[in-house]
């Protein structure tokens, strides 16, 4: 299965890659390989300062050796050897008008002493964190997300939303990172859904990011828009980084098994600003998702 799952993510690296360079007209990715010491590594694709993307990150990882205590403590195991892979796409369009979008996709195994598997799993999921609400756009996200989940549970979509909107939530802040979308983890073998299911279910949502992304980006990233509005979306970004330095397990994981800094901070975008006690004006489109990030909403 890792090897499997392996060489899915490593093709889907280059499908995404491919379809984002076609919005930027051009091939603007830097593509560098990197190796961890104590076992596996990575391709990074990243891209700056494009027409469209200011800032992206299409990576892919294999990891392997022994858990440090603290990521132990953080998956709760008494063993030590693992695997790990998985695929992280963070994009932050230039255009505020247009919503930064977030996926992965992962896979882990845990081994005995002996190199035999004690445990596996699938985890995974994708998000949308809009500086503007565009209904349409949140609608269109959201019907991707539930189309996959009902191919295989009917109640997959409520459950996976409710578990990404609880995820993604700023507790210090008390509002919502974004307007949600899927988040799935710890997806073990059960009398209902076999490994090989998980693989085809986590299979299935890479193979839909694109579907889910393209359509908006391409609708938002030639809007006009003003000094203000960027303002407010550096504003809104810093929000984005908050929850990924003091939240994101992904974040904490990669930090506790000395994974590549670079690779890891990727997520983060190029432009940000923090403003004493910021408040939007009253009636204010910004004000509008601020009220709307309070509690999380249907959107299908």
């Known amino acids: 299965m890792r090897e499997k799952f392996n060489s899915f993510i490593k093709n889907l690296q280059t499908q995404i890659t491919n379809r984002l360079c076609e919005l930027e007209k051009k091939n603007d990715f830097k593509t560098e390989k990197w190796f961890r010491k104590e076992g596996g590594g990575g391709i990074t694709c990243v891209i700056e300062n494009g027409l469209v993307f200011e800032k992206g990150g299409v990576n892919t990882s294999e990891v392997y050796g022994k858990l440090t205590k603290s990521a132990k403590n953080q998956l709760k195991t008494k063993f030590e050897n693992f695997f790990a892979c998985g695929i992280s796409i963070i994009i932050h369009p230039k255009n505020p008008m247009a919503p930064i979008f977030h996926a992965n996709l992962r896979y882990f195994e845990l081994y005995d002493d002996d190199n035999n598997i004690v445990d596996k799993w699938f985890g995974g999921g994708m998000d949308l964190t809009p500086f503007y609400i565009f209904k349409d756009d949140c609608i269109h996200f959201h019907s991707v997300c539930k189309k996959i989940c009902d191919n295989y549970n009917s109640t997959f979509y409520t459950k996976f939303k409710k578990k990404c909107d609880e995820y993604f939530w700023n507790h210090h802040r008390n509002e919502a990172r974004g307007v949600g979308g899927l988040f799935f983890d710890y997806c073990r073998e059960n009398s209902t859904m076999s490994i090989a299911d998980w693989y085809s279910f986590t299979v299935e949502v890479g193979n839909a990011l694109m579907d889910a992304y393209i359509p908006i980006i391409d609708k938002r990233k030639d809007l006009n828009f003003s000094h203000k509005n960027r303002e407010w979306q550096k504003i809104r970004r810093g929000r984005y980084v908050e929850f990924n330095l003091v939240h994101d397990k992904g974040t904490l994981f990669g930090l506790r098994t000395n994974g590549r800094i670079e690779s ?23 004000e509008k998702l601020v009220k709307l990030l309070k509690e999380p909403l249907n959107w299908i």
């Open 264 to 286: 890891i901070l990727i997520s983060l975008p190029p432009k940000v600003k923090w403003v004493y006690n910021y408040n939007p004006k009253k009636n204010s489109e910004e």
